[in-house]
């Protein structure tokens, strides 16, 4: 157990620590919860592993079936992927964090039954936040929208003014989203549930040391992005041509053999994804332990 507060390095390197001492039992929930989510949706928001999923739902619609219901239909699939079954990998992963911080060692059927106990809290988290949410974010997107797309029509130059009010309307957003980072820590950690989850998230990110939390979630983002995408476009580029050639003519695409390795490597991907994903549970983990402890002594004051 590292002193509190870490350093960025301490930090840095304490989460690679307990990346490699526990890694099979993060990756392994971790990649089961990726392939349920992405498998329906692949290739379709991230360049090379969800392309194909565009353009399947085009296959869908030149074979009598309904663009607009399919996309519906595999949004509505991946949503409830992320909403209810989330909670149940969340809640594992967290738990083999939180107990490797404390000096336990857990196995997967303890880690299995940690999250089963804390599904309940953790799904009515997600509601509340979603409830929190739901009202000034889709404020935000009406009002760049607005800005942006004037009479449903790009606009083509914008002044100063506007720009800058997007940019604002932007990071308020981030902002926003920022706040609930440590829900699943609340909840996973510390059996809160509902809104008062979401709100001692809420306390610990921005009451706490706001500034070296922010940096370190946006560093930690920044991280995971960047890795997916280089392995996503990486999986792309063997078969580049006939990524492009799918999303214009699926039919004609898939009478290629080689489609079959396109699919392969979309697969592959998004294994070789999953590998990002247990250092930014650990990081994010030590940064709520920072951010708690600094909330707390900034109380007592």
């Known amino acids: 157990m590292e002193k509190i507060p870490m350093s960025f390095k301490t930090m840095f390197r304490t989460s690679g620590i307990v990346y490699k001492r526990n890694f099979g039992r993060l990756f392994l929930p971790l990649l089961l919860f990726q392939l349920v989510l992405l498998v329906p949706l692949m290739f379709f928001t991230m360049p090379g592993t969800v392309s194909v999923a565009r353009s399947l739902l085009l296959t869908l619609s030149q074979t009598g079936g309904s663009s607009l219901s399919s996309v519906v239909t595999v949004l509505a699939i991946v949503a409830g992927v992320a909403v209810f ?23 997967f059927r303890d880690a299995s039954a940690h999250a089963k106990r804390r599904y309940g809290s953790m799904l009515r988290s997600y509601f509340a936040a979603i409830a929190l949410l739901i009202l000034p974010v889709a404020g935000i997107v009406a009002a760049i929208v607005a800005i942006a797309l004037p009479g449903g029509v790009p606009a083509t130059v914008l002044p100063a003014w506007q720009i800058a009010v997007i940019v604002v309307l932007a990071l ?130």
């Open 172 to 301: 308020a957003a981030l902002l926003l989203f920022f706040g609930i980072v440590f829900i699943p820590y609340t909840v996973a950690v510390e059996g809160q549930g509902g809104f008062r989850a979401v709100l001692s998230s809420y306390r610990y990110a921005f009451l706490g040391n706001f500034w070296s939390n922010f940096t370190r979630v946006l560093t930690a983002a920044v991280i995971v992005a960047l890795a997916g995408v280089v392995i996503n476009w990486l999986s792309q580029l063997p078969f580049k041509e006939l990524y492009e050639l799918y999303l214009v003519d699926p039919m004609l695409a898939l009478q290629n053999p080689l489609m079959v390795f396109v699919i392969l490597f979309a697969l592959l991907a998004i294994v070789v994804v999953t590998f990002v994903f247990p250092f930014w549970y650990a990081f994010t983990y030590h940064t709520y332990r920072n951010a708690k402890y600094e909330y707390e002594q900034r109380s007592r004051r």
């Open 85 to 107: 079954a989330s909670p149940l990998m969340v809640s594992n992963v967290v738990y083999v964090i939180d107990s490797d911080y404390s000096g336990k060692n857990v196995s």
